[in-house]
Protein backbone atom coordinates (compact mmCIF):
# COMPACT_ATOMS: atom_id res chain seq x y z
CA UNK A 1 0.00 0.00 0.00
CA UNK A 2 2.91 2.42 0.73
CA UNK A 3 4.57 1.93 -2.82
CA UNK A 4 1.00 2.71 -4.49
CA UNK A 5 0.93 5.53 -2.47
CA UNK A 6 4.53 6.63 -2.96
CA UNK A 7 3.51 6.30 -6.86
CA UNK A 8 0.57 8.36 -6.63
CA UNK A 9 2.69 11.31 -4.74
CA UNK A 10 4.95 11.06 -7.39
CA UNK A 11 2.42 10.73 -10.36
CA UNK A 12 0.79 13.87 -8.93
CA UNK A 13 3.86 15.92 -8.71
CA UNK A 14 4.52 14.83 -12.51
CA UNK A 15 1.14 16.19 -13.57
CA UNK A 16 1.92 19.22 -11.62
CA UNK A 17 5.61 20.13 -13.34
CA UNK A 18 3.81 18.83 -16.81
CA UNK A 19 1.06 21.15 -16.59
CA UNK A 20 3.63 23.79 -15.26
CA UNK A 21 5.75 23.22 -18.37
CA UNK A 22 2.44 23.33 -20.70
CA UNK A 23 1.93 26.84 -19.46
CA UNK A 24 5.45 28.12 -19.25
CA UNK A 25 5.67 26.73 -23.03
CA UNK A 26 2.60 28.59 -24.20
CA UNK A 27 3.50 31.88 -21.97
CA UNK A 28 6.67 31.32 -24.34
CA UNK A 29 4.76 31.15 -27.67
CA UNK A 30 2.73 34.35 -26.79
CA UNK A 31 6.08 36.16 -26.31
CA UNK A 32 7.41 34.92 -29.36
CA UNK A 33 4.70 36.04 -31.22
CA UNK A 34 5.38 39.26 -29.78
CA UNK A 35 9.00 39.51 -30.85
CA UNK A 36 8.99 37.92 -34.29
CA UNK A 37 6.18 39.95 -36.04
CA UNK A 38 6.79 41.95 -39.46
CA UNK A 39 5.69 44.77 -37.53
CA UNK A 40 8.16 47.57 -34.91
CA UNK A 41 8.11 46.28 -31.80
CA UNK A 42 6.74 49.44 -29.94
CA UNK A 43 7.77 50.01 -25.97
CA UNK A 44 5.03 51.06 -23.71
CA UNK A 45 2.13 52.55 -23.75
CA UNK A 46 1.33 56.52 -23.03
CA UNK A 47 3.88 58.78 -23.34
CA UNK A 48 6.65 56.23 -23.74
CA UNK A 49 6.48 55.42 -27.44
CA UNK A 50 7.13 59.11 -28.21
CA UNK A 51 10.61 59.14 -26.48
CA UNK A 52 11.47 55.82 -27.06
CA UNK A 53 11.94 53.94 -30.78
CA UNK A 54 10.71 51.33 -32.18
CA UNK A 55 13.00 47.82 -32.36
CA UNK A 56 12.84 46.94 -36.51
CA UNK A 57 11.11 44.45 -37.59
CA UNK A 58 12.59 40.82 -37.60
CA UNK A 59 12.45 41.19 -41.99
CA UNK A 60 14.65 44.63 -41.55
CA UNK A 61 16.79 42.70 -38.63
CA UNK A 62 17.60 39.73 -41.22
CA UNK A 63 18.81 41.64 -44.05
CA UNK A 64 21.68 43.11 -42.27
CA UNK A 65 22.36 40.61 -39.04
CA UNK A 66 20.30 37.95 -37.48
CA UNK A 67 16.18 38.20 -37.12
CA UNK A 68 16.61 37.14 -33.60
CA UNK A 69 15.36 39.47 -31.18
CA UNK A 70 17.88 38.32 -28.39
CA UNK A 71 21.10 38.96 -30.52
CA UNK A 72 20.03 42.20 -31.27
CA UNK A 73 19.77 43.33 -28.24
CA UNK A 74 23.04 41.65 -26.95
CA UNK A 75 24.81 43.20 -29.93
CA UNK A 76 23.54 46.74 -29.52
CA UNK A 77 23.79 46.64 -25.96
CA UNK A 78 27.51 45.75 -26.16
CA UNK A 79 28.44 47.80 -28.34
CA UNK A 80 26.55 51.21 -26.73
CA UNK A 81 28.92 50.17 -23.66
CA UNK A 82 32.17 50.43 -25.18
CA UNK A 83 31.10 53.19 -27.53
CA UNK A 84 29.78 55.14 -24.14
CA UNK A 85 32.72 54.62 -22.41
CA UNK A 86 35.02 56.05 -25.04
CA UNK A 87 32.58 59.20 -25.59
CA UNK A 88 33.66 62.88 -24.67
CA UNK A 89 31.43 65.36 -24.94
CA UNK A 90 30.01 66.57 -28.19
CA UNK A 91 31.39 63.65 -29.83
CA UNK A 92 30.96 62.92 -33.79
CA UNK A 93 30.04 59.63 -34.42
CA UNK A 94 29.88 57.89 -38.04
CA UNK A 95 28.17 54.54 -38.55
CA UNK A 96 29.03 52.69 -41.32
CA UNK A 97 27.41 50.14 -42.59
CA UNK A 98 24.77 51.20 -39.42
CA UNK A 99 22.78 47.93 -40.90
CA UNK A 100 19.35 48.41 -39.14
CA UNK A 101 20.22 51.47 -36.83
CA UNK A 102 21.06 49.62 -33.90
CA UNK A 103 23.27 52.59 -32.71
CA UNK A 104 21.50 55.19 -34.31
CA UNK A 105 18.09 53.94 -31.73
CA UNK A 106 20.68 53.35 -29.14
CA UNK A 107 22.50 56.93 -29.22
CA UNK A 108 19.35 58.93 -29.77
CA UNK A 109 18.94 60.82 -26.99
CA UNK A 110 22.65 60.29 -25.48
CA UNK A 111 23.72 63.44 -24.03
CA UNK A 112 27.57 63.45 -25.58
CA UNK A 113 26.38 63.03 -29.10
CA UNK A 114 26.32 66.21 -30.97
CA UNK A 115 26.44 64.34 -34.12
CA UNK A 116 25.11 61.03 -35.80
CA UNK A 117 26.00 59.87 -39.47
CA UNK A 118 24.76 56.49 -40.39
CA UNK A 119 25.73 55.19 -43.97
CA UNK A 120 23.70 52.39 -45.45
CA UNK A 121 24.53 50.76 -48.71
CA UNK A 122 21.09 48.70 -49.20
CA UNK A 123 18.28 50.88 -50.28
CA UNK A 124 15.40 48.79 -48.71
CA UNK A 125 17.28 49.40 -45.72
CA UNK A 126 17.52 52.64 -46.04
CA UNK A 127 13.85 53.21 -46.40
CA UNK A 128 13.35 50.78 -43.22
CA UNK A 129 15.11 52.45 -40.89
CA UNK A 130 13.62 55.93 -42.26
CA UNK A 131 10.31 54.88 -42.09
CA UNK A 132 11.13 53.79 -38.09
CA UNK A 133 13.42 56.73 -36.71
CA UNK A 134 12.01 59.19 -38.87
CA UNK A 135 10.04 60.58 -36.12
CA UNK A 136 12.59 60.19 -33.61
CA UNK A 137 15.73 61.56 -35.26
CA UNK A 138 16.34 65.27 -34.29
CA UNK A 139 18.79 67.75 -35.84
CA UNK A 140 22.03 66.13 -35.08
CA UNK A 141 21.08 62.95 -36.58
CA UNK A 142 21.68 62.32 -40.36
CA UNK A 143 21.23 58.84 -42.40
CA UNK A 144 22.58 58.60 -45.47
CA UNK A 145 21.79 55.68 -48.38
CA UNK A 146 25.21 55.31 -49.90
CA UNK A 147 24.79 53.17 -53.63
CA UNK A 148 28.56 52.12 -54.94
CA UNK A 149 28.69 50.12 -57.66
CA UNK A 150 30.63 46.89 -56.95
CA UNK A 151 31.51 46.23 -60.72
CA UNK A 152 33.90 49.17 -60.96
CA UNK A 153 35.97 48.15 -58.30
CA UNK A 154 36.10 44.51 -59.19
CA UNK A 155 36.46 45.31 -63.22
CA UNK A 156 38.52 48.12 -62.77
CA UNK A 157 40.27 48.23 -59.29
CA UNK A 158 39.12 51.41 -57.65
CA UNK A 159 35.58 52.73 -57.14
CA UNK A 160 33.15 54.10 -59.43
CA UNK A 161 30.14 56.03 -59.00
CA UNK A 162 28.61 57.17 -55.51
CA UNK A 163 25.01 58.27 -54.83
CA UNK A 164 23.76 59.41 -51.78
CA UNK A 165 20.30 60.24 -50.96
CA UNK A 166 19.57 62.29 -47.87
CA UNK A 167 16.35 61.82 -45.70
Same mark, same amino acid.
Request: aromatic share 14%; glycine share 8%.
Given at each position: ??????????????????????????????????????????????????????????????????????????????? &?? $????? *??????? %??????? !? =? /????????????????????????????????? &?? $????? *??????? %??????? !? =? /?????????
Amino acid at each position: MKILAELFASNKKIKQVNQWLKMEVERFRKEQKQFSSENNFVFGTDKIPDFVAPIPPNSLRATVSSPSLAGYLIVADGW &YF $LISWL *LKKRATI %LDIGCGC !G =K /LARLFLHHPFIEKYFGLIIMKKVFNGVRNILHL &YL $LGNFS *LFLWIFY %LRHIIRK !G =K /LGGVTLYFP
